[in-house]
C-alpha cells in the first residue's frame, strides 16, 4: 500500500487548503484514516481521523476549522483546512491504520502559513 499527499503550499493567515492522500491497493474502505502534523522542533500530532463508518475525531486546536472526509470510490482521503493559522504551519501525514494490521503513512506535504 502507497499512499500519495498532496495540496500543501504557502497561505496566508485567514486562507485555505485542501489537502488530498490517494491510497493504492484499493483497501481504503476497511480503514481508518488520519491526518497527523508535525511542526518544526515538535512531535508528531493528530489533527483529524475519520472510520471506515465516516466517525470524525479531530484535535481541539482545529475544531470549527478542519474537516476530513473520505472517497472510498477514489481511495482518497482529504483535508479541508480554513481559517488557517500561523500556528498550523507544519509537514502533513496522511494515515491508514485498522487493528491488528500495520499502520501506512504517506510522504508528507508541508503547509506554511505565512503573510
Known amino acids: 500500500v502507497q499512499l500519495q499527499a498532496s495540496g500543501g503550499g504557502l497561505v496566508q493567515p485567514g486562507g485555505s487548503l485542501r489537502l ?8 481504503l474502505s476497511i480503514m481508518t484514516a488520519g ?3 508535525q511542526a518544526p522542533g ?3 500530532e493528530l489533527v483529524a481521523t ?21 472517497d472510498d470510490a477514489k481511495s482518497t482521503v482529504s483535508l479541508q483546512m ?4 500561523p500556528e498550523d504551519t507544519a509537514v502533513y501525514y496522511c494515515k491508514l491504520e485498522r ?4 499502520n ?3 510522504q ?7 503573510s
Open 42 to 44: 515538535k512531535q508528531r
Open 82 to 85: 480554513d481559517s488557517l493559522k
Open 50 to 70: 475519520i472510520t471506515s463508518g465516516g466517525s470524525t475525531n479531530y484535535a481541539d486546536s482545529v475544531k470549527g476549522r478542519f474537516t476530513i472526509s473520505r
Open 35 to 37: 491526518w497527523y502534523r
Open 108 to 114: 508528507g506535504t508541508l503547509v506554511t502559513v505565512s
Open 104 to 106: 501506512y503513512w504517506g
Open 20 to 27: 488530498s492522500c490517494v491510497a493504492s491497493g484499493r483497501i
Open 99 to 102: 487493528a491488528g494490521w500495520r
